[in-house]
């Protein structure tokens, strides 16, 4: 029989039935696919949030008689893009087992590490520590979610009464405790004192729903959500104006983003001064309403209620005292009015660790804020990667939701701090912070490579992207811009990179794609000036026109980029680093080409100009000096490759072979080679290198510098 479309307003019903059957007698597989439609909607939890589960009967690969087996979310996942391999699966009799040996609440952290002494299926994933949470339940299929409408019933002063009265009793109330056994157990008392019920609120944290079948519980979910939501629907400003009315007007939106733009790379490098960070901004309607209401002085300092959302956000944001139009015609200013908030804001960090730590609490971290708030203009995160940045700023997103919703209802309850430091510091969570992968060279990075849809600043981009960076790729051919972003979008997803229309001879373009690069990731630390044409002509055939249009992009375009570039990381604070893309006709005479080779030789001798006057703010500028790379370049179109081949007095298929043919080591150079030589100068291995270049041409004799 055909399962009935459901009909929601507040959340999405994702169910398809005939994937849906494509999978049926597969419980795991159905669990996998109810996780990743919940984990579609952000509306019904975040990403990294809460975790799913279900139980089936499995032959013990000893005794062959079958038993129970659960199947959860494992440590450090994500639902939304759950697969077989990011579930744990444990034998039930085993876990529930481990009552007889429970010593207590402040014996939690051994009993995670007796979880792996209950593993059935040997591929697990790390158990994490919300597996007793399921495992203690007898339903068949579990949904543990952070709903936002939940949550925000659960953060209010009067939840538990709101719960029992909007549910009429079928949705029990567990009050605050952290994830661990003792909570599981928590959650069965509550199941055994109120039978029939179909879900468990967990105050400040979540909502735990379930059904015999994976659509039942899917449906379950959506409906008890969706009841809260409407419910807060209904209340918002009936007890007094959402977050007490607007205080502070926004700027007109394209303001908003200038303003945004303009300040990023300073918040960037104060919130860098222990490592480097990746921003995100948003001026997201919900955040406008948060961030310029009344209530936005006494709530933001309450912190974050779901110890999801205070792990990726710190225990508060920092909000700045800046008028809005604020005209940035004194940095230096304005970065120390900053700064001096930043310090703040790091000393009160360090009174929140220096009160609440333990005797084995992990070491102070990074006391910079994660997120930062510019009333009227919005708010920023920042974090160690462009994704863990992104998600920060959902989850305060998430969180001021919960706010809302929860004044609307009542009043809003953050957590105690003491409560608030054992989640952040908790051991089990350092634990997994140590064994997350060591970063790559580039990681915290962002590179603007400039003509990179294709040919070398493609294989640059590429590079970059693959050694950690955040790549802003440009390019003034749209079209072929756009076909660049659809294959680094299904190669490395979207928090790789940004695609931006670039003409390094437009003042215009080039402002507008330093501010898309500012309000994307927060700044810049990699110049890479690549963009280039070539025109192969006798010096009597040359025009002005030809002159003119070599210096203005070659010559004009590193020049003017850099300045722009160089702009952002002196506002940073945190150094950077220039590559030029020349060539070897900027240190050898050839045949028809005195315009072209002139330019480069301009680029060269400019790169060393840039890096004797820009080491004072540790930038550096170094070169690579590629030679007769030739696929995918368009550098051979528009005639310059059968001009060179007349020039050399040769066909034009016969070009890659002389160009090998000539070099000392007989040997092709390819996008590849001197994506590796652009990748070296900034990858830490020469941090003392500056105003040099490689030459990347096989070997030629006459373009050694020395």
């Not at 089936?56 to 087996?69: F, G, I, S």
């Not at 520590?129 to 007898?138: C, E, G, K, V």
């Not at 409407?230 to 205080?247: E, I, M, T, W």
């Not at 192969?536 to 203005?552: P, V």
Request: hydrophobic residues 40%; contains cysteine; glycine residues 8%.
């Amino acid at each position: 029989m055909d399962t009935p479309i459901k009909s929601f307003k507040y959340v999405s019903f994702l169910w398809d039935e005939a994937k849906a059957a494509a999978l049926a007698g597969n419980e795991v597989d159905l669990l996998i696919y109810r996780s990743n439609i919940l984990g579609a909607d952000l509306r019904i939890t975040n990403y990294g949030g809460g975790n799913t589960s279900c139980k089936t009967m499995e032959p013990d690969p000893l005794t062959k008689e079958k038993v129970e087996v659960m199947w959860v979310k494992g440590s450090g996942g994500d639902i939304g893009t759950l697969t077989k391999a990011g579930l744990a699966g444990l034998y039930v009799d085993k876990l529930r087992s481990l009552k007889g040996i429970y010593r207590g609440l402040e014996f939690e952290d051994e009993m995670v590490e007796l979880f792996n002494h209950c593993i059935y299926d040997l591929q697990s994933k790390a158990p994490s520590i919300d597996t007793p949470l399921h495992s203690f339940l007898p339903f068949k299929h579990i949904d543990h979610l952070h709903p936002d409408a939940a949550i925000a019933i659960a953060a209010s002063k009067d939840g538990e009464k709101i719960t029992q009265d909007l549910w009429k009793g079928q949705i029990a109330w567990v009050p605050w405790q952290r994830p661990g056994f003792d909570l599981g157990l928590k959650l069965k008392a509550a199941l055994d004192q109120n039978p029939g019920i179909r879900g468990i609120m967990l105050g400040g944290h979540g909502l735990f729903t379930w059904g015999d079948t994976a659509y039942d519980c899917y449906i379950n979910s959506l409906e008890v959500i969706e009841t809260a939501s409407a419910y807060l629907a209904d209340n918002y400003g009936k007890r007094r104006p959402v977050f007490g009315g607007q205080k502070t007007e926004s700027l007109r939106p394209e303001n908003r983003k200038k303003q945004a733009a303009k300040i990023a790379p300073i918040l960037r490098g104060l919130a860098s001064s222990e490592k480097r960070m990746v921003g995100t901004f948003t001026d997201a309607p919900e955040v406008l309403q948060f961030i310029n209401s009344h209530d936005l002085g006494k709530l933001a300092p309450m912190g974050t209620s779901c110890p999801d959302h205070f792990l990726r956000t710190k225990i508060s944001p920092l909000v700045l005292d800046l008028p809005e139009n604020e005209d940035f015609s004194n940095v230096e200013d304005l970065k120390s009015k900053i700064g001096a908030a930043f310090q703040a804001y790091r000393e009160m960090y360090a009174d929140y660790y220096l009160k609440h730590k333990h005797h084995n609490s992990p070491a102070m971290r990074d006391p910079n804020p994660v997120i930062i708030i510019w009333p009227a203009v919005g708010m920023f995160s920042f974090a160690k990667d462009k994704q863990t940045s992104r998600v920060a700023s959902e989850f305060y997103i998430n969180a001021i939701n919960v706010m809302r919703g929860a004044e609307a209802v009542s009043e809003y309850v953050s957590l105690p701090l003491q409560e608030a430091f054992d989640i952040e510091y908790w051991l089990l969570e350092e634990a997994k912070l140590s064994r997350m992968p060591k970063e790559k060279p580039l990681s915290r990075k962002i590179a603007l490579v400039t003509g990179s849809a294709g040919g070398i600043g493609k294989g640059i981009a590429e590079k970059y992207i693959q050694e950690g960076a955040c790549v802003v790729v440009t390019d003034k051919d749209a079209d072929r811009l756009k076909q660049a972003e659809q294959e680094f979008q299904k190669k490395y997803g979207k928090d790789s990179f940004l695609g931006v229309v670039l003409d390094v001879t437009d003042g215009e373009s080039l402002e507008k794609a330093i501010e898309a690069t500012c309000l994307r990731f927060g700044g810049v630390d990699i110049i890479v000036n690549n963009a280039g044409i070539s025109i192969s002509k006798t010096f009597e055939d040359h025009t002005d026109q030809d002159w003119s249009r070599l210096n203005d992009i070659l010559v004009m375009g590193q020049y003017s980029v850099s300045k722009a570039g160089v702009k952002i990381m002196r506002e940073q604070g945190l150094g950077g680093d220039i590559v030029n893309i020349v060539s070897k006709n900027a240190l050898v005479a050839g045949p028809k080409n005195v315009a072209y080779g002139t330019a480069k030789a301009a680029q060269l001798h400019m790169s060393r100009l840039m890096a004797a006057e820009l080491a004072d703010y540790k930038i550096k500028v170094n070169v690579v000096n590629p030679d007769a790379v030739i696929e995918n370049s368009n550098i051979w179109e528009g005639g310059w490759a059968e001009n060179r081949a007349k020039a050399y007095g040769i066909d034009v298929k016969d070009l890659p072979q002389y160009y090998a043919n000539r070099t000392l080591l007989k040997e092709s150079v390819k996008v590849s080679d001197i994506a590796d030589a652009a990748f070296v100068l900034v990858s830490g291995l020469l941090d003392k290198t500056t105003g040099n270049m490689i030459n990347v041409d096989g070997g030629l004799a006459a373009a050694f510098p020395r």
